[in-house]
């Protein structure tokens, strides 16, 4: 178990749809990172939060947003769903901002299945 | 944009045997990590290698970074069926406070007992 924990474990919903993702952190860690799994992309990065404000981006798509709210909970929001969106969705946490000794703990994930 | 590329993409090998895993770029990465993830669950980490050059063992597990921190190799030595699982070699980069993690997209390997 890495204290990370995300909800929900699964969801079902249709294109054109929107849902929320949750993510709690480990006790004591400030960054969140959100990660997006398919099998054709792999594993890649979104977003990053640290403290309450957005620390770096990756391959976010415009119709994805997140935030970290002050007790450091984090919400990821995925709008106007397509079919290719359907994926395994990561939330990790480390202590610090990001650096190459900064941990980063996965939580097991949200399976999120568009029809 | 920064790519990864992992070989071989997927492994099945007998319990005793030894392996090799490959994760290459043609970027230079701050860090190279290796992660193991099972099904129905996150990525653990279980190495950084900093310096290029730099080797680190875990047991039977044996990490490498290359000497221009473009490429590394994870060797298991004697595998075991709980080795079981996707690996995965993620590359740091920062710009600033912009710090990233490109994953490679995995090695799945299967020890067969």
């Known amino acids: 178990d890495s204290g990370v924990t995300q909800t929900p474990k699964h969801l079902i919903t249709a294109t054109g749809q929107r849902v929320t993702l949750r993510c709690s952190p480990r006790?004591?860690?400030?960054?969140v990172y959100w990660y997006q799994q398919s099998l054709d992309q792999g594993l890649q990065f979104l977003i990053q939060?640290?403290?309450?404000?957005?620390?770096a981006k990756g391959n976010i798509l415009e119709r994805f947003s997140a935030q970290q709210f002050p007790d450091l909970h984090s919400e990821l929001n995925l709008s106007s769903l397509e079919l290719g969106d359907s994926a395994l969705y990561f939330c990790?946490?480390?202590?610090?901002?990001?650096?190459?000794?900064?941990?980063?703990?996965f939580g097991p994930g949200t399976r999120l299945t568009v029809l | 944009t920064q790519l990864l590329e992992q070989s071989p993409q997927f492994l099945s090998i007998q319990e005793g045997e030894n392996l090799t895993v490959y994760c290459n770029s043609s970027?230079?990465?701050?860090?190279l990590q290796w992660y193991r993830q099972e099904p129905g669950e996150g990525p653990v980490l279980l190495v950084t290698v900093v310096t290029g050059g730099e080797v680190k063992k875990l047991k039977r597990l044996t990490f490498q970074f290359g000497d221009a921190r473009k490429d590394s190799s994870l060797h298991i030595t004697a595998a075991q069926p709980g080795d079981t699982g996707l690996y995965l070699c993620a590359g740091a980069s920062s710009g600033g406070s912009n710090y990233k993690l490109t994953f490679g997209k995995g090695t799945l390997l299967t020890v067969n007992p």
């Open positions: 006790s004591g860690d400030l960054s």
């Open positions: 990790a946490s480390s202590a610090g901002g990001g650096y190459d000794t900064d941990t980063q703990y």
């Open positions: 970027s230079v990465f701050s860090s």
């Open positions: 939060y640290y403290n309450g404000e957005e620390r």
